[in-house]
C-alpha cells in the first residue's frame, strides 16, 4: 500500500480481555517495528521484525505481550490479559531494510489507540 | 544505553521568527540522530537525520538541524516558523556502533511547538 496502515484507530476493551492490534506495512518492506506511546512521552521500541522471524524483542514489558509476521508482510501485535496500565497508542513502522531505517528513517502508521477500562 | 533528552514541554513562538527546539543524547559510539514531528490523529513523519558529515543538516518544510558533538546536542531549528508548524517533535538517536537490533530507535518525550501570529 501506499503508506503503514494500522487497524483498528481506536480499539476499548475490558481489563482482562485479549486484543489484537494489525500492522500493514509498505509493500516490499522487510523491515517492521513495533513500539508504544504512553500519554505524555515518546514512541519506546517493543519488537522489531526482519521478514517472518522477530530479531529483537527485547522491549516487550512481559510475557502477556506476543507479536507475530507470518508471511514476513502483514503483523499483529497481541495482548493477554489486558491491564489499565497497556493503555497507549501502539504505533507500527517499516523500512525496506534495517539498513535502510539508519540512514532514512521509518515511515509510521497512524496507530492504534487503546483504552482498557 | 542510549538516551535522549528534549528540556522543554512547550516552545512557543511568533510567526515569522526563528525557533528552536532543543534536543540532547547520550549513547557509547557514534550518535545516528533524528527528528520526527507528529500532528494530531497522526503518524509521525520524519523530518531529517545526521549520520554523518556536515554538522548542519537540512530538512523537510525548510527544517534544518545542527549536530555538535562537544556538547551532544542536536537542535532542530527553522529561520522563519509558519502557523502550521505548530506540532509536537521528537529528536530521537541509535547508536551507530552497535550492530544488529534493526535499529531500534530511542525517543526524547516530545516538545510541543506552538506558533502564534
Known amino acids: 500500500g501506499a503508506g503503514v496502515s494500522q487497524t483498528p484507530s481506536n480499539k476499548v476493551t475490558e481489563k482482562g480481555k485479549y486484543v489484537e492490534l494489525r500492522c500493514d506495512p509498505i509493500?516490499?518492506?522487510?523491515?517492521l517495528y513495533w513500539y508504544r506511546q504512553s500519554l505524555g512521552q515518546g514512541p519506546e521500541f517493543l519488537i522489531y521484525f526482519q521478514g517472518t522471524g522477530a530479531a529483537d524483542d527485547s522491549g516487550l514489558p512481559n510475557d502477556r505481550f506476543f507479536a507475530v509476521r507470518p508471511e514476513g508482510s502483514v503483523s499483529t501485535l497481541k495482548i493477554q490479559r489486558t491491564e489499565r496500565g497497556d493503555s497507549a497508542v501502539y504505533l507500527c513502522?517499516?523500512?525496506?531494510?534495517?539498513?535502510?531505517?539508519?540512514?532514512?528513517?521509518?515511515?509510521f502508521g497512524s496507530g492504534t489507540r487503546l483504552t482498557v477500562v | 544505553a542510549q538516551s535522549v533528552a528534549q528540556p522543554e514541554d512547550q516552545v512557543n513562538v511568533a510567526e515569522g521568527n526563528p525557533l528552536t527546539v532543543k534536543c540532547t543524547y547520550s549513547v557509547s559510539g557514534n550518535p545516528y540522530l533524528f527528528w520526527y514531528v507528529q500532528y494530531p490523529n497522526r503518524g509521525l513523519q520524519f523530518l531529517l537525520k545526521y549520520i554523518t558529515g556536515d554538522n548542519l543538516v537540512k530538512g523537510s518544510y525548510g527544517f534544518e538541524a545542527e549536530f555538535n558533538k562537544s556538547q551532544t546536542s542536536f537542535h532542530l531549528k527553522k529561520p522563519s516558523a509558519l502557523v502550521s508548524d505548530s506540532a509536537l517533535y521528537f529528536c530521537?538517536?541509535?547508536?551507530?556502533?552497535?550492530?544488529?537490533?534493526?535499529?531500534?530507535?530511542?525517543f526524547g518525550t516530545g516538545t510541543q511547538l506552538k506558533v502564534e501570529l
Open positions: 530521537a538517536v541509535r547508536d551507530g556502533e552497535l550492530t544488529g537490533g534493526g535499529n531500534k530507535l530511542t
Open positions: 513502522a517499516s523500512s525496506l531494510t534495517a539498513s535502510r531505517a539508519s540512514n532514512y528513517g521509518y515511515t
Open positions: 509493500s516490499g518492506h522487510t523491515a
